[in-house]
């Protein structure tokens, strides 16, 4: 049996303070730490998250499930497409005015279904909406974006921004790949 040294952690009161106020006081200390823990390691079994927040085992599963089943927090994986040499690229929508809601709701829902969109944000402003594609290089990825979009007669304009560095994925630091260095 392997002795794993046990990771201690340290929690900033300033991070505290500050996802408190992003949940508008919905979390409490101990819910923060949790999150924070399961956000660095989703994988933390409720024994080491009581561990390291000082609480009791009970405890800690009671706020982690209150969390998941409140949909706070979902534990996922992400892959890492660096990792893999895979390219990615946010394209950015802008509907034509004239657009129906029922076209709009169809069109996300073939982005929703296509395996290589990993994420789709709405947004308020001059775009309305960002997919986020990824596929093995380039090359194909231009090819991927041009197939789903092309003929599309609910989009007005279309900026597509190939991402060549991710520094920080949610709070985690990046290993800066193709020839930026830090």
Known sequence: MVNKKKKSYSWDPEDIKFWREMSKGEL?????KIFLALRENGRLPDTELARITGVSVPTAR?????????????????????????????????????????????????A???????????????????????????????????EFIRGRAIIQKTLILPAVSSPKLFTTRMKYKHGHSK
């Open 112 to 146: 929703i279904s296509n395996r290589k969109i990993f994420e789709i944000d709405e947004y308020i402003g001059e775009y309305d909406v960002v997919l986020k594609f990824f596929d093995k290089d380039f090359k194909e990825l231009r090819k991927t974006i041009e």
């Open 28 to 32: 409490s200390d101990l819910d923060v």
């Open 62 to 110: 009671r706020h982690r499930i209150s969390l998941q089943e409140k949909g706070y927090i979902k534990i996922m994986a992400l892959f890492i497409f660096e990792e893999f040499g895979l390219a990615s690229a946010d394209v950015i929508l802008k509907f034509r005015e004239d657009a129906s809601q029922k076209e709009i709701s169809k069109f996300i829902e073939e």
